[in-house]
């Protein structure tokens, strides 16, 4: 499998403002603390800003990755957007990767791991872009 992970563009470091040891490879979004950062609860209103590279403790260095290839914990929809090759990604409210099965909702990413995902949750490869955004057309 091909794992094209490093395009040179470099994580960003904020600060945990919360416990966030357990959300390793999920989105984050911007804390209401300047600087601070916590996980995503969806594709607006703050939106995400990135995919948590670590798993720091409340008040510890989080490093994020704002742009490029990351690994990310995604999630089957049960509304039956499954996740395959080139699909769009947008962030679920839980901070965690879902197949974008709505025309006109903003997306966060593309999903470009070779082994799809149809049920459960895994930790798949996915090419970072945030935006606000709306794709094109539908799952």
């Known amino acids: 499998m091909a794992n094209a992970r490093d395009i040179g563009i470099a994580d960003v470091t904020f600060i945990a403002d919360v416990d966030l040891t357990q959300k390793q490879y ?14 995503a609860t969806g594709t ?13 403790s409340r ?22 957007c499954n996740l395959a090759w080139r699909n769009f990604v947008y962030c679920a409210s839980d901070g965690q990767g879902q197949g974008a099965s709505v025309t006109g909702s903003p997306v966060n990413a593309l999903f470009v ?6 049920s459960g949750s895994a930790v798949k ?15």
Do not use: H, M, W
């Open 125 to 139: 490869q996915v090419y970072l872009f945030i935006t606000t955004a709306s794709f094109l057309s539908a799952c």
């Open 113 to 118: 791991d070779p082994t799809g995902l149809s």
């Open 44 to 56: 607006c209103n703050p939106i995400p800003i990135g995919v948590l590279q670590n798993s720091p």
């Open 26 to 39: 999920y989105f984050v979004q911007c804390a209401s603390t300047a600087g601070n950062v916590g996980v």
């Open 59 to 80: 008040g510890q260095e989080a490093e994020v990755r704002v742009l490029g290839y990351t690994k990310l914990v995604c999630e089957a929809d049960v509304s039956g």
